[in-house]
C-alpha cells in the first residue's frame, strides 16, 4: 500500500500562486509516474500535469505556461507550482501515483484550491 498526504491548497486571489505538495509513504519503491489531476463541481477529473521517470513532464493545455510539475525522488514527493491562478482553476486537486506492484495506482484525497477575490 502507498499512503499519499497532500498539502498547499488554500484560497487566492486571481494571479497569486501557490505550491502544492504531495508525499508518498509505505510501499514506494519504484514510484515511476506522478501526477496531479483536478476535479471541479458537476465536471469530471481532469489531467493538470504528469511526470514520469524523473524529467518527462505532460501538461494539459490550460495550464501550460503557468503551472510546473517536479518530483524530489529521495523524498518519495511531487509538487506543482501554479503560477498566475484563474477563478477557472477552482477545483479539487488530486495526487496519483503509480507503482509497479500495482498498475491501477494510488490517490491522494485531495486538496481544495480556491482562486477569488
Known amino acids: 500500500q502507498v499512503q499519499l498526504a497532500e498539502s498547499g491548497g488554500g484560497l487566492v486571489q486571481p494571479g497569486g500562486s501557490l505550491r502544492l505538495s504531495c508525499a508518498a509513504s509505505?510501499?514506494?519503491?519504484?514510484?515511476?509516474?506522478m501526477g496531479w489531476y483536478r476535479q471541479a463541481p458537476g465536471k469530471q477529473r481532469d489531467m493538470v500535469a504528469t511526470i514520469l521517470g524523473v524529467d518527462n513532464t505532460n501538461y494539459a493545455d490550460s495550464v501550460k505556461g503557468r503551472f510546473t510539475i517536479s518530483r524530489d525522488i529521495a523524498k518519495n514527493t511531487v509538487y506543482l507550482r501554479m503560477n498566475s491562478l484563474k477563478p477557472e482553476d477552482t477545483a479539487v486537486y488530486y495526487c496519483?501515483?503509480?507503482?509497479?506492484?500495482?498498475?491501477?495506482?494510488?490517490w491522494g484525497q485531495g486538496t481544495q484550491v480556491t482562486v477569488s477575490s
Open positions: 496519483y501515483v503509480k507503482v509497479p506492484t500495482n498498475p491501477r495506482g494510488y
Open positions: 509505505g510501499s514506494v519503491f519504484g514510484i515511476y509516474f
